[in-house]
Nanobody, 115 residues
């Protein structure tokens, strides 16, 4: 059974930092492409960052230079380091992977940025 469990969300002031974690099970993590998405109320769910098995990464333009995605294959975990956060970063953040042609999602962790 595939499970993705996010943690690390919370309340942070503008300009601050937060580190999100996603613990996975049920997949061969070392070969999986892992992604972080976010969704604010009334908005669609958008890709924030992704990391491939070889460590190559992709970022949304809105977070380039501020967010960093990384992975720990030994612990089957993926992380999102969020620096210099802005009010517009407020959203639910979701861990995602596609395994055996099925999209799997975590339940999400809320990030709220205050001024």
């Amino acid at each position: 059974q595939v499970q993705l469990v996010e943690s690390g969300g919370g309340l942070v002031q503008t300009g601050g930092s937060l580190r999100l974690s996603c613990r996975t099970s049920g997949i061969n993590f070392s070969i999986a492409r892992m992604s972080w998405y976010r969704q604010a109320p009334g908005n669609q769910r958008d890709l924030v960052a992704a990391i491939n098995r070889d460590g190559s990464t992709t970022y949304a333009d809105s977070v380039k230079g501020r967010f960093t995605i990384s992975r720990d294959n030994a612990r089957s975990m993926v992380f999102l380091q969020m620096n210099s956060v802005k009010l517009e970063d407020t959203a639910g953040y979701y861990c995602q992977t596609t395994w055996k042609s099925v999209d799997w999602w975590g339940r999400g962790t809320q990030v709220t940025v205050s001024s």
